[in-house]
Antibody, heavy 123, light 110 residues
Framework: EVHLLESGGGLVQPGGSLRLSCAAS????????MSWVRQAPGKGLEWVSA???????FYADSVRGRFTISRDNSRNTLYLQMNSLSDEDMAVYYC?????????????????WGQGTLVNVSS | QSALTQPRSVSGSPGQSVSIACTGT?????????VSWYQQHPGKAPQLMIY???KRPSGVPDRFSGSKSANTASLTISGLQAEDEADYYC??????????FGGGTKVTVL
């Protein structure tokens, strides 16, 4: 059974930094792209960043230059380093497994999600 | 890239059908066959309901169906049930390994 467990959220002052982690189990972690998706309180979902199994990295314009996604395939763990945080970054951050099979014509989508970790940016 | 456009809310009685439209541009919804839909109950994580416009993952009831025409994708829930009351989000591949979500639609079962 696929399981994703985020951690590292909490209260941080504007301008501060935070590092999120996502521990994965139940699948061959290194073979799949992973992503971070966030949801501000009472708002919709927003894609944040993605990393392929072999380390290709992609960011939304809203976080590029401030956030860094990474992964440790030996530890089955996904990370998100967040710097220069503002109140616009306050949200529940979900990690999600990206499923895709280009050879079968299957496009990328998020087939499993963690329960999320709350990042609260406030002075 | 701007969020995809969804109606804020739709409603229907049990047993009825409701549809949710998701409108984008030729650079996202219209440019790829990679639209997915997610259901989210209050306080819970999103759950995949539809991928590749119209494919259902195992375990998703067949009353959920998806389609697409030009720059607009749609999710239809047939035979609406009480447990279908939730928020629904569309998502499109936006090219270069980016994704764009819709603003979300609240489905109310009357």
């Amino acid at each position: 059974e696929v399981h994703l467990l985020e951690s590292g959220g909490g209260l941080v002052q504007p301008g501060g930094s935070l590092r999120l982690s996502c521990a994965a189990s139940g699948f061959n972690f290194g073979s799949y792209a992973m992503s971070w998706v966030r949801q501000a309180p009472g708002k919709g979902l927003e894609w944040v960043s993605a990393i392929s199994g072999y380390g290709l990295i992609f960011y939304a314009d809203s976080v590029r230059g401030r956030f860094t996604i990474s992964r440790d395939n030996s530890r089955n763990t996904l990370y998100l380093q967040m710097n220069s945080l503002s109140d616009e970054d306050m949200a529940v951050y979900y990690c999600a497994k990206v499923s895709e099979d280009a050879s079968a014509g299957m496009g990328p989508h998020f087939d499993y999600w963690g329960q999320g970790t709350l990042v609260n940016v406030s002075s | 890239q701007s969020a995809l456009t969804q109606p804020r809310s739709v409603s229907g009685s049990p047993g009825q059908s409701v549809s949710i439209a998701c409108t984008g541009t030729g650079s996202d919804v219209g440019g790829y066959k990679f639209v997915s839909w997610y259901q989210q109950h209050p306080g819970k994580a999103p759950q995949l309901m539809i991928y590749d416009v119209s494919k259902r993952p195992s375990g998703v009831p067949d009353r959920f169906s998806g389609s697409k025409s030009a720059n607009t994708a749609s999710l239809t829930i047939s035979g609406l049930q009480a447990e279908d009351e939730a928020d629904y989000y569309c998502c499109s591949y936006g090219g270069i390994n980016t994704f764009i979500f819709g603003g979300g639609t609240k489905v109310t079962v009357l």
